[in-house]
Every structure is written in structure tokens, then in C-alpha cells.
């Protein structure tokens, strides 16, 4: 407990009577043969500090694996040692949280002896001693406090820690190291002892690591290195430059920048957060389910963790971290908005891992030079990093257009120093029920966001009272960024960049890199029970429907997920239909009627409103089935090249919107063909001479035919919407922020009525991105004075989309958007002034 150097063996005795007391020892290998431990050559066992408990510890783990004591002395040559074990580290006094480095005299003596004798030999074995590694065991918040973390403990907690953790002491005996190699390497004893210290402490740093997380205590440490880095001490020079004032005054700007931004990493406060958190999810959720844990645990290893979920929910990083720490990985440093630095709640964060960034920093070159090198130094240290590519929280549930600055600053670093790979891993979190889906559908009928604050998180406290079902969190398949590069730019590794360049083909690279995360966040998308019935129910009058008939309708989901799965990676979590049914009936998602004629379930609006953001989570599983169900619904009777021809000319727009994951090409037909061959094994719909047909009308067939068609229906309606107001408007007449808002005003319109879907029919994001992939597809360009131009390509398209809409739903769209009736809206960009 002590941390003095000549303890007698008296001394020791009492000790470890003490530690049998108290401790039930973990020893680590439990199988000794697997040390490979040389049976005629000495051992002296190295530990890490300076620690009478710790030495008593290790000694006592050895005596149970029957290995040699570490209180036995040694006898090499003239050299005699008192003890079979020397340590690394003391603590430094003047600062309790930090350790020394020391020579150790029994190591000197060790090389010397070696140095004399050519023909001895000493196994160095690392012994690492941890105190309460178990948080999936662990209930007491006392004892999270009084665990194993970075900072040395001094008598006083060391005391606690005996007795809190003593029956979650871990003693792990690491394979040896041979001391005679090292003193035939080095010339004098002096170097030999400081490589043998250098290696071993490695050794110790990447055990810590591994057991408790990256070491961020020393914060102050760390941003004065990020400060005194070249490119920030460059981003300092030349904003004293700008705004002529001193280096000192602008140093202290970064400094006080780089605090801002740091991380305050502490492992107490992560076993505290989980013990609390665990708590929380009971109350909220009836349990976290995970897919694919091995996609990250295969590159955890040897590739640095960038973790990529999407985000829906506040509870995102706080679940992803939960999850990771409960599978014995070290949870990763998260980016976090700036507004989520609040009193007390932001003080947590950052110690919990989560470093802040400014909502926006283009017009801050200093700022932005500090954040990009904070970011490139925990890189470069190893550290698993979480960040969110879509920018913020999705109000529709579906995923959003990747905002491609992290990605770029994480290319920009590994670029200047590639030793350690970095592989992003994309993950999916589906939640049954948002805990803030009503602000959500507020926002999207035009509400202000509400900004963060205590007095908010207070109020959001009721919802502990409140149950959100089930969480879904899917690890995708990992994209490494090497083989990334390699495909995408072959001449990366001769690349040089400054560090405000920007090439073509860096652009190019990271919106590529940013594409294929949120495609593989979406391949890697759950479909649980109320995906499925929001996906069925929101598609029918009123929100109702026949029992028999909706378990029809989850049969054909499920088969299509099963027998041409979206991806490898796509999860169903139940394949139950009547399951899945009473499910939503027990978790009050669902309302059965009963009736003679068969029973019938329901749900309110309030609730229809909330599966509508559940559903959009998984919606991209069913696009293409729908689409092929919608053209072959209107025709009736359509040949295969055909459809074919109609998928791949409206898929660029649908690929844009849901972020799907296949090539337009072989790749994209291959999954048509896989489809049709489901809907025909489903009857729902036949084939003869190169030719489909729709299965005959008022069956039930056409009737799940027509169901799964609605899946599409809102994209070609406002597809073929704001098509119908640029061609009617005329080409040269409108901007694109013109169009984008004319757009949503008029699918509100239509929305209010015709009941058109829910509220995300017409979210400005998504009619905004359509727009721009107008641009893309080059249908439209712009003219000088900024406003959209096409030509007969589009006219064409326009007329493309009437005839795939049902004649009812193409009239009602003309009908709401007659330049008459709504040219009050807008100004033309014609006679703008």
C-alpha cells in the first residue's frame, strides 16, 4: 500500500495478509505454459509503479500459477538482488496525477551482471495490476470512483481501492522478455537500460490502453502541443499579420481555442456514466439489440476506429459509447456541437471523451487550424473517434446528405502521417420510437428549433416516465480508408498536400468517401416490427387494416428482405408476422377493433405521425420493389427491357434521395431481375413472353401490389412536381432557391388537401436536394443571371412522370400547380431585381 522501496519481508507478510483479506485475484494467463517461460533461465518481474501492493499483488498471482516468487532474491555472478522485481515509474509528489519515469537500480545491476556473464540470461516478465476491471459486473458507484484510471493513486486511495475493487483485482502476466538480446544489441550498459525501459514502458502504456482507454488527463499537456505544432504556429503568425497585433496576444486566442475544443478524458467518469446510463436505457428502452459486432471487433485491432452512425436521436452517442465499452472496446472521443457545452452537462461530456466544434468555422482560419490539428494529434495517437457525417439530427428519419468536413480534416491527417490504418465503420441505430419525435414533426410544419439548455435536459426528464421500445444498433461493413484510396486515387501515397490545399481530386475523393459512408450506414439499416407496420399501415385509408390482410402484406416484406436482401449487411430483427402484429399491440403502437367480419387494427394520428420517422429509418429496403410494383401497377402489362429502361432512368434521382447503395448499371439490373423474381414467386405478378403483368385487379395480390407501389408514390409525386413548375414556368424563369420554396408550398398544399402523406412530403431538404440533382443529371443548367434553364430533356422526363402516376394523383398535382393560381408566390428571376 505503501510506496516505499526497502520494505522488509515482514513488512510484505503483513501486506499480503492483508491483500488475502480483502482481494480475490484474477491471474492472467490462468494457463502458465502459455508465458513460454524458459524453464533454467531466471525471471524478475517488472511492474509498472512504485506500489508495495502491487509487487504484493503480482507476487501472489505468481505463487498461484506456480511460477517463481518475486520476494525470492537473485544471485548473478557478483551482483545480488534482494527481489525478483524492479518497477518503472514513481510518483511525483509535487502533482498527485502524474508518474516519473525512473532507472531502476535492480535493472542496472541486471545489464551489469548480464554484461560480466555472457553466458547468463534474465526473462523480463511485465506484470500489469488492475484494480475493478469489470463494468459489466459493477453496481456501486463507490467502487467506480475508487477504480483503476491513469493517475497514480497515493496511500490514502490506494487503501480504498484495496477495499472497494480487491475482488476485481486483475493480475496480467505478459510473455517474456529476453535481456541478454537487448545487451548484445546496445554497446554500453546505459543505452541498454534506457531501450529496455523504453520498450517496456510501451508495453504498459498499450496494456493500459487496452484495459481502460486512452490516457487525456493531462488536457493542458495536449493543447500546448497542438498549439506549438507548426501549422497552427503558421495560422498564428499570419493572423497577427492580419490583424496587426501581437504573436502573444493571437497565441493565447489559440490556446484558449484549443481548451475549448479539448477533451477532458476520464475514465472514472466513463464507469460512472455507464453504471448511470445502464440505469437510463432500462427505464427507457426493453433492451439494445446488436448485429454484426464482428465487423468492428475484426479491424478494432489493427486499424484506428473512426465510428459513422447516423443520427437521429441525442441518445446516439451516448448509446454508441455504452455499446462499445460493454463489448470490452475503449469508447471512442466524439465530436459534439458547441450548443451541448452547457453548465455541468458539458463538463460530463468532456470528460466522458466528447470534444466541442463550432457549428461553422469557414470564416475563422485561426479556429480552424487549431480544430483540424487537434483532430490530426488523437488521430495520430490512436484513439477511436465518433463523428456524425450528416452534420446534425435528421427531422424526417431518413438519412441526410453527408456535410464532408470531418472526413476531409481525417483524410488531411492520415495523409501527413499514414503509419497507423484508419478504417470508418458505419453504424446504424433504429429506434422504435424517437424520444424527440415531437419536436421533430413540430419543426417540419415550421416550428423554431428550441435551443439546448439545463432548464430544457430538466424538463426532458419526464420522459423517463415514457417507454420507446426496442434499439437497434447494426455495425456495417468497415471501409478502410487504404483500399479507398487506393481505388479512388492511386498516386495518394506521392501526395504532398499543404495544409489549406484543396485538388480536384481531394474534393472528389472525400464527397466519394462521404457517399459510400451513408450508403453503408443505410446498407446496414434493421428493419424491426414497427419499421414493418408503419411501412404497411401508413400506406392505407385511414391508417387501418385488416388483420389477415396486414399479415399478408409483413409476409411479403419479409420475403423480400430474406430472399433479395437489400445487402449483406441489412438486418431483419423478427420474421413473425403474427409476432410482429402483437408486438405493436403490446406496445400500444397499434389499436385492434374487433369485428365480425374479422378484426381490424388502427392507430391515432398522434402515433401515425410518430411510426411515419420510424418507418422513413428503413424505408430505402423498399424503394426499389416499390418502384418496379409502382410502374408495373399503372401499366398493368410492361415489358422487362421496359421496366428496366424506366428503373435505371428514374433510379439517379432515387439513389440521390435514399442514398442507395447499388451502381446504376449490371449491378442495379441484377437487383431488379432478384426482385421480379420474388414478386412473381409471391404472385404478385406473372410472366409471359418477356412480359410482366400485374396480378388481376381486386385480388388480394393486386391489392398488395398496389400497397407496396405507395412505398415510392411521395418521391415521383414531388419528382413530378417540381418538374411540373419548372416546365410550366418556363426555362430561364426561376432560381433554384426560387423553385425550392415555390416547390413547398405547393407540396404543403397538396399535402393539406389531398392528405397527402406526412409531414416530410414537402421538407425543404429533400425537395432542395432534388433540385440539385437536376444539376447532376445536367437536365438543367443556369443561365448568367442565375436562373434554371433546360430544354426538351426535361420537357420528355415531365412527361415520363404522368404517365407513371395514376391518373387521379397526376390531375390533382396539375391541379395545384397552375402558374395561375400560384405565380403570386414568386417573383420570375427574369424581371428580379
Known amino acids: 500500500m505503501t510506496p516505499w522501496l526497502g520494505l522488509d519481508r515482514l513488512g510484505f507478510f503483513l501486506i499480503r495478509i492483508f491483500l488475502r483479506l480483502c482481494t480475490r485475484a484474477n491471474a492472467l494467463p490462468s494457463n502458465p505454459d502459455e508465458l513460454q517461460l524458459a524453464p533454467n533461465t531466471p525471471v524478475v518481474y517488472v511492474l509498472r509503479d512504485r506500489s508495495a501492493a502491487d509487487a504484493a499483488a503480482a507476487d501472489q498471482s505468481a505463487r498461484q500459477l506456480g511460477l517463481a516468487s518475486a520476494l525470492h532474491g537473485l544471485t548473478l555472478g557478483k551482483s545480488h538482488l534482494s527481489h525478483s522485481y524492479f518497477q518503472l515509474y514513481r510518483r511525483k509528489f509535487s502533482n498527485g496525477r502524474q508518474r516519473t519515469p525512473v532507472s531502476p537500480p535492480r535493472l542496472e545491476k541486471l545489464v551489469s551482471a548480464l554484461r560480466a556473464n555472457p553466458e547468463a540470461d534474465v526473462q523480463l516478465v511485465p506484470v500489469s495490476v488492475f484494480w475493478g476491471r469489470r463494468p459489466e459486473k459493477e453496481s456501486s458507484l463507490w467502487r467506480i470512483l475508487f477504480s483503476d484510471n491513469w493517475s497514480p493513486a497515493g496511500f490514502i ?156 436521436s441525442h441518445i446516439d452517442y451516448l448509446l454508441l459509447s455504452f455499446v462499445v465499452f460493454r463489448n470490452g472496446l475503449v469508447p471512442p472521443h466524439i465530436a459534439a456541437g458547441i450548443n451541448l457545452n452547457m453548465p455541468i452537462v458539458g463538463t460530463i461530456l468532456r470528460r466522458g471523451g466528447a470534444f466541442f466544434m463550432r457549428r461553422s468555422f469557414r470564416d475563422n482560419p485561426l479556429y480552424a487550424t487549431v480544430f483540424s490539428e487537434y483532430l490530426h494529434t488523437i488521430t495520430v495517437r490512436g484513439y477511436s473517434i465518433e463523428y456524425f457525417v450528416e452534420g446534425g439530427r ?166 423480400l428482405l430474406k430472399q433479395a436482401p437489400y445487402s449483406d449487411s441489412a438486418s431483419i430483427a423478427t420474421d413473425d408476422a403474427s409476432a410482429i402484429i ?139 412536381l417540381t418538374i411540373r413548375l419548372l416546365v410550366q414556368y418556363g426555362s430561364g424563369m426561376l432560381t433554384a432557391d426560387q423553385l425550392g420554396e415555390l416547390a413547398h408550398q405547393t407540396a404543403q398544399r397538396l399535402s393539406l388537401l389531398y392528405e397527402f402523406n406526412s409531414p416530410e412530403f414537402f421538407d425543404k431538404v429533400v425537395l432542395k436536394n432534388f433540385i440539385s440533382q437536376l444539376y447532376g443529371t445536367g437536365l438543367v443548367t443556369t443561365n448568367d443571371a442565375g436562373a434554371l434553364v433546360f430544354d426538351e430533356k426535361l420537357e420528355s422526363l415531365d412527361d415520363e412522370a404522368r404517365r407513371i402516376l395514376s391518373p387521379d394523383i397526376s390531375d390533382a398535382i396539375q391541379r395545384v400547380t397552375r402558374v395561375t393560381d400560384i405565380e403570386h408566390l414568386v417573383e420570375p428571376a427574369s424581371s428580379a431585381s
Open 582 to 720: 402483437q408486438y405493436g399491440l403490446d406496445n400500444e403502437f397499434l389499436e385492434r377493433i374487433e369485428h365480425k367480419l374479422g378484426d381490424v387494427v388502427t392507430t391515432d394520428e398522434k402515433t401515425a405521425l410518430q411510426m411515419a420517422y420510424v418507418r422513413n429509418n428503413s424505408l430505402h429496403l423498399f424503394i426499389l420493389p416499390g418502384l418496379i410494383c409502382s410502374l408495373v401497377m399503372n401499366a398493368r402489362s410492361i415489358s422487362i427491357d421496359t421496366l428496366q429502361s424506366m428503373v435505371h432512368l428514374l433510379y439517379p434521382f432515387l439513389r440521390n434521395e435514399y442514398y442507395l447503395h447499388w451502381q446504376d448499371g449490371d449491378d442495379l439490373s441484377r437487383a431488379v431481375s432478384k426482385t421480379v423474381d420474388v414478386l412473381e414467386k409471391e404472385q404478385l405478378i406473372s410472366r409471359e413472353d418477356h412480359c410482366l403483368h400485374g396480378a388481376p385487379i381486386h385480388t388480394h395480390e393486386s391489392d398488395m401490389l398496389d400497397h407496396l407501389g405507395q412505398t415510392v408514390m411521395p418521391s415521383l409525386e414531388r419528382y413530378y
Open 157 to 312: 486511495k490506494k487503501f480504498f481501492i484495496i477495499v472497494t475493487q480487491g475482488r476485481q483485482l486483475y493480475v496480467h502476466f505478459s510473455k517474456p522478455m529476453s535481456l541478454r538480446t537487448l545487451v548484445d544489441q546496445c554497446p554500453t550498459d546505459e543505452q541498454t537500460v534506457r531501450k529496455a525501459s523504453r520498450i517496456l514502458r510501451v508495453h504498459f502504456r498499450r496494456q493500459q490502453e487496452a484495459a481502460i482507454g486512452p490516457d487525456l488527463s493531462h488536457r493542458r499537456t495536449l493543447t500546448n502541443t497542438v498549439v506549438d505544432s507548426i501549422p497552427v504556429q503558421e495560422a498564428i503568425r499570419a493572423e497577427a499579420q492580419r490583424q496587426e497585433t501581437s504573436i502573444e496576444k493571437v497565441e493565447a486566442k489559440a490556446r484558449h481555442y484549443a481548451m475549448e475544443i479539448a477533451a477532458d478524458y476520464s475514465h472514472t467518469v466513463i464507469r460512472s456514466l455507464e453504471l448511470f446510463l445502464n440505469w437510463v436505457w432500462n427505464r427507457l428502452y426493453a433492451g439494445v439489440r446488436l448485429y454484426n459486432m464482428d465487423n468492428l471487433t475484426k479491424v478494432a485491432g489493427d486499424h484506428e476506429v473512426i465510428y459513422v452512425p447516423c443520427h437521429r
Open 394 to 559: 435528421s427531422r424526417s428519419g431518413r438519412m441526410l446528405k453527408p456535410r464532408t468536413g470531418m472526413l476531409a480534416m481525417t483524410l488531411r491527417s492520415f495523409l501527413r502521417d499514414a503509419r497507423k490504418p484508419i478504417a470508418f465503420v458505419p453504424v446504424y441505430v433504429g429506434y422504435e420510437k424517437v424520444i424527440e419525435s415531437g419536436s421533430y414533426i413540430g419543426e417540419l410544419h415550421g416550428k423554431k428549433k428550441q435551443k439546448e439548455s439545463v432548464g430544457g435536459l430538466m424538463k426532458s426528464l419526464a420522459v423517463l416516465r415514457s417507454h420507446f421500445g426496442q434499439v437497434h444498433v447494426n455495425f456495417g461493413e468497415p471501409i478502410k480508408l487504404v483500399d479507398f484510396l487506393d481505388e479512388h486515387h492511386t498516386a495518394w501515397r506521392s501526395e504532398d498536400l499543404a495544409a489549406d490545399e484543396s485538388p480536384a481530386w481531394f474534393k472528389h475523393v472525400v464527397n466519394e468517401l462521404g457517399q459510400e459512408v451513408v450508403e453503408s450506414i443505410n446498407a446496414a439499416a434493421v428493419a424491426n416490427p414497427i419499421n414493418l407496420l408503419s411501412l404497411a399501415l401508413l400506406a392505407s385509408p385511414k391508417h387501418t387494416m385488416d388483420v389477415a390482410q396486414l399479415r399478408q402484406q409483413l409476409n411479403l416484406y419479409i420475403a
